[in-house]
């Protein structure tokens, strides 16, 4: 009964946690018009540097004494809300992705309050910690109003830039406008007018989180350009010498020696395992460029763009600086994977000619042995031979010896004649004990081979 409660428990908490919202409580606590400031920052080791950043806001709450109650803290997010006595109220939102972590910090000001501008935060005491962990993206300084939309000439002294670029997204009454261009604190700056109609929280929170999130993969994505630039260069480098090598390899492998081969094999080896270093970092840095590039591109088109009057739309700027970089890491990486594979291809053809060498030596060994064998089973059976006429001859003497006693002794007429006839007799003695001998030999080896095979077989 407890086996079975207990897996029921955890599904039930998975299916909690995979419908949590924790993020929708904070919609009772906006309001505009608001300052919102934007941090991200990528981590260069995500599994040990997650637990850093929870601990950096946890940090960050305490410092400037946010109450518990109005207090979220989840493994990766977390967020706190503080009223300042003069009526303002402060919002930090924290968030840890796979690679990157971010802070939203809004700024409300008093109702009676509607003087805000781009620049430092102005809530009393607050301070954002000097120290963070990992590189970092993008830096966002956001106004979001209900009023009009200001004059062209007004927000051209607000925004830095050569060039304003606007757009209406989510509805007529929502516009945006940018520069993308970052100010002297290297944040880039975005006027938002919402619209009194549409100023209700939710809808303040999906603009600034539809701008969020275009600005971090956008920045995400062209982070990787110095590094796929020199990858670039690298790799040519590297096709030009294995196109050398190559040629040479198919020029001379024919008549190369074994010296040469071994060269060959060593300098490609080399090769070969530096393009796999080269191409593990690359696959590590750019594998997530082209989910970064869709997330960018649907989340445009989520905003239902319009243009606006005497602006360049948003997605003009946006899809000008990722338009084919993400297709371009990923050609760098097919021609990574292409040059691995040729240097493979060629280490395996000279394996192969190295191999079939070998095999031509083993086969001229094999030639020299079985020479050798024949010409020692000739000289066995010589000696064999010989060996049947010194028994024979040792046998006939002593044979001699008793036919001459014998034949002193009265038994026998002639000793001579007796030794004369006994010599064949001797011949084929002396071929039945070699005969026999040879056969007893094999037999006991042949019976020897099969008990070590056994013994070998049992360790």
């Known amino acids: 009964m407890d086996q079975q409660a207990g897996p029921k428990r955890g599904a039930d908490s998975l299916l909690r946690t995979l419908h949590e919202r924790p993020q929708i409580p904070l919609t009772n606590w906006l309001r505009a018009p608001a300052h919102v400031h934007y941090k991200a920052f990528r981590m260069a080791d995500p599994p040990s540097q997650r637990p850093g950043s929870r601990a950096e806001f946890q940090s960050l709450l305490e410092t400037l004494k946010i109450p518990a109650e109005t207090m979220v803290l989840r493994d990766t997010f977390g967020y706190g809300v503080k009223d300042a006595r003069n009526g303002d109220r402060l919002i930090i939102l924290w968030q ?7 802070y939203q910090l809004w700024h409300l000001p008093s109702p009676e309050r509607h ?70 604190h290297g944040r880039e700056r975005y006027w938002v007018t919402a619209g009194s109609s549409r100023s209700d929280p939710s809808h303040l929170k999906d603009i600034v989180d539809a701008i969020v999130r275009i600005e971090t993969y956008y920045h995400l994505v062209l982070m990787q350009k110095p590094l796929f630039s020199a990858a670039i260069d690298q790799v040519y480098k590297f096709e030009q010498v294995h196109l050398k090598q190559r040629e040479i390899i198919t020029d001379h492998i024919g008549h190369a020696d074994s010296q040469t081969l071994q060269r060959w094999l060593n300098s490609l080896t080399q090769d070969l395992l530096k393009t796999n270093r080269m191409a593990g970092k690359l696959h590590f840095e750019l594998s997530a460029s082209v989910p970064y590039d869709k997330i960018v591109h649907s989340t445009l088109a989520s905003l239902t763009e319009k243009p606006l009057e005497s602006y360049r739309p948003l997605s003009d700027y946006v899809l000008s600086g990722i338009t084919g970089v993400a297709e371009g890491y990923q050609q760098l990486l097919k021609r990574i994977d292409t040059l691995r594979n040729g240097f493979e291809g060629s280490i395996s053809i000279i394996r192969t000619r190295v191999n079939l060498i070998v095999e031509a030596q083993n086969l001229t060994l094999l030639k020299s042995v079985d020479q050798t064998t024949k010409s020692q089973v000739l000289l066995q059976h010589t000696v064999e031979g010989l060996s049947v006429i010194v028994i024979a001859y040792y ?18 007429a002639n000793h001579n004649l007796a030794s004369a006839i006994f010599v064949p007799v001797a011949i ?29 077989q049992e360790e």
């Not at 966002?140 to 062209?152: C, H, V, Y």
């Not at 046998?395 to 026998?412: N, P, Q, T």
């Not at 084929?428 to 005969?435: E, S």
């Open 115 to 184: 003087d805000i501008a781009f620049g430092p935060l102005t809530f009393p005491e607050y301070r954002f910690p000097g120290t963070v962990l990992g590189t970092e993206v993008c830096r966002l300084d956001m106004i979001l109003t209900t009023e009009a939309l200001p004059s062209r000439d007004y927000l051209r002294s607000l925004l830095p830039g050569p060039m304003l670029y606007g757009s209406r997204i989510l509805d007529e009454h929502t516009s945006v406008i940018a520069s993308f261009t970052p100010d002297d």
């Open 428 to 456: 084929a003695l002396a071929f039945v004990v070699t005969t026999f001998s040879r056969k007893y030999l094999h037999k006991k080896l042949a019976g020897e081979q099969p008990a070590a095979k056994a013994e070998k």
């Open 96 to 102: 840890a992705h796979t690679e990157y972590y971010n």
């Open 395 to 412: 046998m006939s003497g002593l044979a001699g010896y008793i036919f001459k006693g014998l034949s002193e002794m009265g038994w026998l």
